[in-house]
C-alpha cells in the first residue's frame, strides 16, 4: 500500500452518514487518503484539494426533477 505521500486523496460527499463512513472505510482499505463532506455546501469550503471528488448525484436528480 502507498504511504501517505503517494495516496490518491478523494473528497466524498454523501448526505447519508452511515453510508459515507462505510464508503470510506472500503477506499481507504483500497489505499486512499479520504476526507467526507456531508453536503455541497461542507464540501465548497473543506479545506482539502482532493484529485478525485465523488458525490451523490442522487438527492440533487430528487430536487431536480421534484419542480
Known sequence: ????????????????????DVTKMGLEMEGL????AYDGREA?????????LAASARKAWRRAHDR
Do not use: G
Not at 1 to 20: F, G, H, I, Q, W
Open 44 to 52: 465548497l469550503v473543506k479545506p482539502v484539494h482532493p484529485k478525485e
Open 33 to 36: 487518503d479520504v476526507s467526507i
Open 1 to 20: 500500500m502507498p504511504d501517505s505521500a503517494e495516496k490518491l486523496r478523494v473528497l466524498l460527499v454523501e448526505d447519508e452518514r452511515d453510508l459515507a
